[in-house]
Nanobody, 125 residues
Framework: QVQLVESGGGLVQAGGSLRLSCAAS????????MGWFRQAPGKEREFVAA?????????YYLDSVKGRFTISRDNGKRIVYLQMNSLKPEDTAVYYC?????????????????WGQGTQVTVSS
């Protein structure tokens, strides 16, 4: 079992930055591939980014966030981050952290086994 708690959401103006954190507890973390998803009002949840387990050497992003968002992990602290720069109003959503019972990001789609409760990100224009 893995428990996930997100933090770092909030209100920011367009062009600004936020860093989301996801703290994990439970039996494993280092070996879990980790991901971020988001759900905007009236829309389905969508994949945002994923990072492989262990060294985190493999990452994958939603096309619309490439070059703006960066996923990273600190296995010693059991935290995965999502650094979000150049935010746009269309990035407004509840952001969820997720963990997979495998180390590989691929194959896609990135399926997960555990979810956090989510943190709200609102980008004003």
């Amino acid at each position: 079992q893995v428990q996930l708690v997100e933090s770092g959401g909030g209100l920011v103006q367009a062009g600004g930055s936020l860093r989301l954190s996801c703290a994990a507890s439970g039996r494993t973390f280092s070996s879990n591939a980790m991901g971020w998803f988001r759900q905007a009002p009236g829309k389905e949840r969508e994949f945002v980014a994923a990072i492989s387990g262990w060294s985190g050497g493999v990452t994958y992003y939603l096309d619309s966030v490439k070059g703006r968002f960066t996923i990273s992990r600190d296995n010693g602290k059991r935290i995965v981050y999502l650094q979000m720069n150049s935010l746009k109003p269309e990035d407004t959503a509840v952001y969820y952290c997720a963990a997979a019972n495998r180390a590989n990001v691929f194959p896609l789609p990135f399926t997960t086994d555990y979810w956090g409760q989510g943190t709200q990100v609102t980008v004003s224009s």
